[in-house]
């Protein structure tokens, strides 16, 4: 089974509609990422928590919300969706041992917001 | 201008050729990533690397961190290593890690 899994994989909704995309990994990582990549663009950072009391604006966040409900579970809800956050969602833990970090990725949630 | 730059932005091989995919940024780092996305969209942690060299099979990453340059290389290139690279560096905050700087990817693809 997949470390880091996505719900859903693809989803399509309409201009105002609120969503949520949920993210669950099994690593016991206590860091966990919400990220989203666009076409021609890096992937930017929208939100991270250290642990469940710790949540952090990245450098997006704007338009997006998140909650971590425990250790393993960390949503991302866009309130009202707009157009221009459709894109390509990635959530990720990572594990902090002597100074370095490594990231797990989950598969991506593909969000067409019409 | 972006402060991570990867070159080339696309890449085609033919089976069998030694690829280099080139990374350099702008700031202080702690640590830096090489990442590979899968077509599917999927992404695949390669190297996290702070100095030096390491080698997986087929991939080597090198860091020069006074050039602030990464170059990751696949030797024996295979169609199977078509995917888009991405390069990250990790800002050098201390231990914080509240900012990954990605780069835009360079996409290879190797033909039979």
């Known amino acids: 089974d997949a470390d880091v899994t996505q719900t859903p994989r693809n989803r399509i909704t309409k201009t105002g509609k609120r969503i949520m995309l949920e993210c669950s990994q099994t690593k016991g990582h206590d860091r966990m990422y919400w990220y989203r990549q666009d076409p021609g663009l890096g992937l930017r950072l929208i939100y991270y928590?250290?642990?469940?009391?710790?949540?952090n604006k990245g450098e997006i966040s704007d338009g997006y919300s998140v909650s971590r409900q425990a250790q393993a579970k960390f949503s991302l809800s866009l309130e009202s969706a707009i157009p221009n956050q459709t894109a390509l969602y990635f959530c990720a833990t990572s594990d902090f041992r002597g100074g370095l970090e490594t990231q797990y990725f989950g598969p991506g949630t593909r969000l067409l917001v019409l | 201008k972006n402060e991570v730059e990867q070159s080339p932005q696309n890449l085609t091989a033919q089976e069998g050729e030694f690829i280099t995919i080139n990374c350099s940024y702008s700031v202080g780092i702690s640590a830096l990533h090489w990442l590979q996305q899968h077509p599917g969209g999927g992404i695949v942690s390669l190297f996290m690397?702070?100095?030096g060299k390491k080698k997986h099979g087929r991939l080597i990453a090198t860091i020069n961190i006074q050039e602030k340059h990464s170059s990751l290389h696949i030797t024996a290139s295979h169609p199977r290593d078509s995917a888009v690279y991405i390069c990250a560096v990790v800002g050098g905050y201390g231990w914080n890690t509240d900012k990954l700087i990605f780069g835009t990817g360079t996409r290879l693809q190797v033909f039979p």
């Open positions: 690397l702070s100095s």
């Open positions: 928590s250290f642990d469940v009391k710790d949540i």
